[in-house]
T-cell receptor, first 114, second 116 residues
Framework: DAKTTQPNSMESNEEEPVHLPCNHS???????IHWYRQLPSQGPEYVIH???SNVNNRMASLAIAEDRKSSTLILHRATLRDAAVYYC???????????????FGAGTRLFVKA | DADVTQTPRNRITKTGKRIMLECSQT?????MYWYRQDPGLGLRLIYY???????NKGEISDGYSVSRQAQAKFSLSLESAIPNQTALYFC???????????????FGPGTRLTVL
């Protein structure tokens, strides 16, 4: 499976935008880019996913580089509730296993200051 | 009510004991999964099931077994627990969207298991 690289931690002020980067230089053409987050004492929670085009939903936006070797999760206005570990994950659309196997890595721990 | 529930939420047991972790879902999904999470190792897939009659081993199935009692229920058993099975265990479900070519997983709150 293609690997992703994320900073270990980031810090943001409440009400400000947050840009969480992810590098995936070995991404294949059939890999979807997924983002999940894990709040303290909870299971991972789906945030957003995309293939080539930028995506928006009620939680966040996903900006995908033109060469697809990197992506950025954008939280438009961070709240204290957004403090979590954010995971950038690649999912091969040809993989019918369905499971994410080992590719939940360490993620980025986001700290939000009031 | 939560869509994916796990019981128990916490369990402490002794080496050699048999333990069952249970997962129930109300999302109507066919696919269910069991993962374990260890510090620094992310999540690793133990078993997955695409429907009641389709159960498959994941990457770390040794020492574990599962039972899919119904579409909504998927249990994980540790036949003879050992200390290195101390971890956080998550159940998840998904509904595969062929049109999108990808699936979204919905996780339960986790079970923290300690084996002494």
């Amino acid at each position: 499976d293609a690997k992703t690289t994320q900073p270990n931690s980031m810090e943001s002020n409440e009400e400000e935008p947050v840009h969480l980067p992810c590098n995936h230089s070995t991404i294949s053409g059939t890999d979807y880019i997924h983002w999940y987050r894990q709040l303290p004492s909870q299971g991972p929670e789906y945030v957003i996913h995309g293939l080539t085009s930028n995506v928006n939903n009620r939680m966040a936006s996903l900006a995908i580089a033109e060469d697809r070797k990197s992506s950025t999760l954008i939280l438009h206005r961070a709240t204290l509730r957004d403090a979590a570990v954010y995971y950038c994950i690649l999912r091969d659309a040809r993989d019918y296993t369905g499971g994410f196997k080992t590719i939940f890595g360490a993620g980025t721990r986001l700290f939000v200051k009031a | 009510d939560a869509d994916v529930t796990q019981t128990p939420r916490n369990r402490i047991t002794k080496t050699g004991k048999r333990i069952m972790l249970e997962c129930s879902q109300t999302k109507g999904h066919d696919r269910m999964y069991w993962y374990r999470q260890d510090p620094g190792l992310g999540l690793r897939l133990i078993y997955y099931s695409f429907d009641v009659k389709d159960i498959n081993k994941g990457e770390i199935s040794d020492g574990y077994s599962v039972s899919r009692q119904a579409q909504a229920k998927f249990s994980l058993s540790l036949e003879s627990a050992i200390p290195n099975q101390t971890a956080l265990y998550f159940c998840a479900t998904s509904d595969y969207f062929k049109r999108e070519g990808s699936d979204t997983q919905y996780f339960g709150p986790g079970t923290r298991l300690t084996v002494l």
